[in-house]
């Protein structure tokens, strides 16, 4: 499993960003997916997932509202559109698979890191 994050910057408190994960491989239409945050000195944070077919998409109440993760199963591309952003955003997102919602959002990328993406950095400035 191959998954390229990017779209990550620097943006103002307010401002809105979005992330895209592209899969190396057809089989992406097949897979759970989520995003992950982690900033500096805190554990790992599942922010968003999305079904395979993309029906359910449970979020963190952190960023309900604010956030929306979606999927093309035909380019083979995961996205999460995060808007009205805040200094607590902060953080590198990571993009994750898994074979179904459950799993992919218990997965942790120091035990699971062959179905997780590098990472893109959001910064957002006060």
């Known amino acids: 499993v191959q998954l390229q994050a990017s779209g990550g910057g620097l943006v103002q408190a307010g401002g809105s960003l979005r992330l895209s994960c592209a899969a190396s491989?057809?089989?992406?239409?097949?897979?759970?997916m989520a995003w992950f945050r982690q900033a500096p000195g805190k554990d790992q944070e599942s922010v968003a997932a999305?079904?395979?077919?993309?029906?359910?998409?449970p979020y963190a109440d952190s960023v309900k509202g604010r956030f929306t993760i979606s999927r093309d199963n035909a380019k083979n591309t995961l996205y999460l559109q995060m808007n009205s952003l805040k200094p607590e955003d902060t953080a590198v997102y990571y993009c994750?698979?898994?074979?179904?919602?459950?799993?992919?959002?218990?997965?942790?990328?120091?035990?699971?890191?062959?179905?997780w993406g590098q990472g893109t950095q959001v910064t957002v400035s006060s």
């Open positions: 491989t057809r089989a992406f239409s097949t897979w759970a």
């Open positions: 994750a698979s898994g074979p179904t919602l459950q799993l992919v959002v218990a997965s942790s990328r120091e035990y699971n890191s062959g179905s």
């Open positions: 999305i079904s395979s077919d993309g029906l359910s998409t």
